[in-house]
């Protein structure tokens, strides 16, 4: 009986021809997830670049006002004093009334003050946010171009850093 000669070179070059397309894809694959995860991780830092202007000009604001009512407390203090000087009987006010309108004011500007220091805060936090989130980017770029793993799960790693502060600067 006559053995059948099986062309091994032919069967060869087809394993090898299938790995290859499967490396290609599985490497395909890869790009692409870190095509994604850089685009998402871009579109968190735009909103939380967004979210950091706003709490910006919110402090601002805040601070603004604050400092309008702190000059509204100065001004009914200069008119308190100034009815003080003036006979009694021209006096339309009392100095209790002028007082307690100024505690009422003072009241006001504190809470201004403290609106504006909550959001300078958030906008700090969102500020790291953006930061971390724009260096995940740059590394997961690096990794596509390099083609080494371990820079995109690092930039994963630090994106994920960098959510946890946006997600802490909307709380």
């Given at each position: 009986?006559?053995?059948?000669?099986?062309?091994?070179?032919?069967?060869?070059?087809?394993?090898?021809?299938?790995?290859?397309?499967?490396?290609?894809?599985?490497?395909?694959?890869?790009?692409?997830?870190?095509?994604?995860?850089?685009?998402?991780?871009?579109?968190?830092?735009?909103?939380g670049s967004m979210y950091?202007?706003?709490?910006?000009?919110?402090?601002?604001?805040?601070?603004?006002?604050?400092?309008?009512?702190?000059?509204?407390?100065?001004?009914?203090?200069?008119?308190?004093?100034?009815?003080?000087?003036?006979?009694?009987?021209?006096?339309?006010?009392?100095?209790?009334?002028?007082?307690?309108?100024?505690?009422?004011?003072?009241?006001?500007?504190?809470?201004?003050?403290?609106?504006?220091?909550?959001?300078?805060?958030?906008?700090?936090?969102?500020?790291?946010?953006v930061t971390l989130l724009?260096?995940?980017?740059?590394?997961?770029?690096?990794?596509?171009?390099?083609?080494?793993?371990?820079?995109?799960?690092?930039?994963?790693?630090?994106?994920?850093?960098?959510?946890?502060?946006?997600?802490?600067?909307?709380?």
């Amino acid at each position: 009986m006559e053995e059948m000669e099986v062309p091994t070179e032919h069967l060869h070059d087809e394993i090898n021809e299938k790995a290859e397309e499967l490396f290609e894809k599985k490497e395909n694959k890869w790009t692409l997830f870190v095509a994604i995860s850089t685009a998402l991780m871009a579109v968190l830092a735009a909103l939380g670049s967004m979210y950091s202007g706003h709490q910006s000009n919110e402090a601002l604001i805040m601070q603004i006002r604050a400092s309008d009512q702190w000059a509204f407390y100065q001004a009914k203090g200069i008119k308190a004093e100034i009815r003080m000087l003036l006979p009694a009987s021209s006096v339309v006010k009392s100095p209790e009334a002028t007082i307690k309108e100024q505690e009422s004011v003072k009241q006001l500007a504190e809470e201004d003050e403290k609106s504006s220091e909550a959001h300078l805060a958030k906008h700090v936090t969102f500020s790291r946010s953006v930061t971390l989130l724009q260096i995940a980017v740059a590394i997961s770029a690096i990794s596509i171009i390099t083609r080494k793993r371990f820079l995109w799960y690092s930039g994963m790693a630090i994106a994920l850093v960098g959510a946890s502060f946006f997600v802490m600067g909307l709380i």
